[in-house]
């Protein structure tokens, strides 16, 4: 018996790989060489794609489609309705499969709803992508980021509280996490990793 849960109207493919106490509900499809950790929470109508790797403790929220190529980390949030691409160029007409390229998103990361993930970007640490962003480009660490294209806008800790920085130093106000920036890179000096 599976130590994981499997909704009747979902498919795991042959050679998927899920870890215990994941949750698969509604209408999904976990495609062969598939990746995903323990305690995973997957909503109604999420494809998970050939050779995609997703970590422990993530929630996808429905209808996301995570394609060849998708990397998730740990602890990360994927919004509903978020879209990942995985060619730069499509057409319909010429095969591109070759062309996948790698999308990375890093432990605690947060995606909000609609939000459209251009392939080939990494999407830094605890970042927080704004509802209906466009990322074209690289997310730091702690970024808070939004808009079309999606810019950063503020930096976040990584319990989600936007961080006010005085003297290249905050401390957030809901855990007391420190950070420092240097050159427009955050980083944290004291509280929980």
Not at 43 to 53: E, I, K, P, R
Not at 114 to 131: D, E, K, P, S
Request: proline share 3%; with cysteine; glycine share 10%.
């Amino acid at each position: 018996m599976a130590d994981y849960f499997v909704h009747e109207s979902s498919y795991v493919d042959a050679g998927a790989e899920i870890g215990m106490g994941t949750k698969i509900w509604h209408f999904c499809h976990v495609m062969p060489r598939a990746k995903i950790g323990e305690r995973c929470n997957i909503g109604q109508n999420v494809l998970v794609s050939s050779d995609v790797t997703i970590g422990t403790n993530v929630k996808i929220q429905n209808n996301v489609s995570l394609y060849t190529g998708v990397i998730v980390e740990d602890d990360v949030f994927l919004g509903p309705s978020m879209v990942f691409t995985n060619v730069i160029n499509p057409r319909s007409h010429v095969s591109r499969k070759e062309e996948y390229k790698t999308t990375l998103v890093k432990k605690g990361a947060s995606i909000g709803a609609n939000a459209t993930i251009v392939c080939g970007t990494t999407l830094g640490q605890y970042c927080f992508i704004g509802a209906g962003a466009v990322v074209t480009k690289d997310v730091p660490d702690y970024a808070l980021a939004y808009g079309n294209p999606a810019r950063v806008c503020g930096w976040v800790c990584q319990c989600g509280e936007q961080l006010d920085f005085e003297n290249d130093h905050a401390i957030c106000s809901r855990c007391g996490s420190a950070y420092r920036k240097r050159d427009s890179v955050v980083s944290l000096e004291r509280g929980e990793e």
